[in-house]
């Protein structure tokens, strides 16, 4: 029996097909119907319900029909071998963005590495591999500078219906960054023997994040910071160097949780209103500034941690014996502590910068 030699038509179709995932007869189906439209545009006023395209898959040969009768104008090969072309090409392309917004899906949750493309207004474009994702104004760190060709790593937050189909929403304020980042750089939180419980962030200037670990043995908190602070480090580079990082340790107690959320300060001694969900605390009134933070920024997210209004109290640090003042010399009355709420800090830090 002889062989049958296939046409470049049918060798380019089964090319195209197996290679993107196109199926065969789809494609034929869509490129008939296509054909159609191209035969009533020439002929207007026909109704397509009593036509019918015949294509010949070896060749591509096409025919038009009216019921038995073969109506196809001369020369119309031609046009059909240009229709067929586009609705392969459009067909691929259809099924390619299908197949890579399908894969991006899977991905949502997780980080990847793109490069800053361009600018579309307030928005900037992002090179991923397969596809450009989109990072809005609100997914942009404020402080943070961007420039074209800058590579850098994105937690894909979502993909969303937009004005031209489905868009690759990447962020670099969301959580997950810093999740992922950990994740990335700490092989004790990818294995799952220390767990992050909380992270709260005002992203470009601070993080906290809270660490625990159920197994004897493991330090949570210096998991994370590494020797001489390299794997926290290698983190705040991945954010640009901006923004600093305080990983505490979780605890069920809550008295112990809100001094260690108050970190870095130090001699933190706290009582709770639990109805009322209040926790007063009393620093050294040396430490008092560190404790609020700049603009209040540290008690504001011990706040977001714990979920307990903060109101701060400076005392004096009790002086040793030989340090204390000789008999002889006038006796100063002591002051007494200076009452400080988180409410009246942030009004007075919002008041001095406005002056």
Not at 53 to 69: C, R, S, V, W
Not at 106 to 120: T, V, W
Request: charged share 25%.
């Amino acid at each position: 029996m002889p062989a049958i030699q296939r046409s470049e038509f049918a060798l380019a179709l089964n090319q195209v097909a197996s290679e993107r995932g196109v199926e065969i007869n789809v494609v034929l189906e869509t490129v008939k119907n296509a054909i159609l439209a191209a035969y009533r545009k020439d002929h207007p006023g026909i109704e397509l319900e009593n036509y019918r395209a015949e294509l010949n898959p070896n060749t591509g040969e096409t025919h038009i029909f009216q019921g038995d009768k073969d109506v196809t104008p001369p020369g119309f090969g031609r046009i059909a071998a240009q229709t067929a072309k586009q609705v392969i090409l459009q067909k691929i392309r259809e099924k390619e963005k299908e197949a890579i917004i399908s894969d991006y899906k899977i991905k949502i949750g997780s980080i990847i590495n793109g490069m800053i493309l361009r600018f579309a207004g307030p928005n900037i474009i992002v090179d991923i591999g397969k596809a450009e994702a989109i990072m809005p104004p609100q997914e942009q760190i404020p402080n943070e500078k961007y420039h074209l060709n800058q590579r850098l790593g994105f937690y894909l937050s979502d993909i969303r219906q937009g004005s031209k189909g489905e868009e690759i929403i990447v962020s670099r304020t969301d959580n997950g960054l810093i999740q992922g980042l950990f994740k990335r750089e700490i092989p004790e939180v990818m294995q799952g023997s220390v767990q992050i419980k909380d992270i709260v962030r005002e992203p470009g200037n601070r993080s906290k994040v809270a660490v625990y670990s159920g197994q004897p043995g493991i330090d949570p908190v210096g998991s994370c910071v590494g020797q001489k602070g390299v794997r926290v480090q290698s983190i705040i580079q991945e954010l640009g160097g901006l923004e600093k990082i305080d990983i505490i340790q979780w605890s069920e107690d809550i008295k112990t949780y809100i001094a260690q959320s108050l970190s870095p300060a130090k001699n933190v001694t706290v009582s709770i209103d639990e109805k009322e969900k209040i926790a007063h605390v009393s620093v050294p009134k040396e430490e008092l500034s560190l404790t609020i933070g700049k603009d209040g920024q540290n008690v504001r997210l011990a706040y977001k941690l714990t979920h307990y209004r903060i109101e701060i109290e400076g005392k004096e640090t009790p002086q040793l014996e030989e340090e204390k003042v000789a008999p002889s010399t006038p006796v100063v009355e002591e002051k007494k502590p200076q009452e400080i709420t988180t409410d009246s800090l942030i009004k007075e830090s919002v008041e001095a910068k406005n002056n």
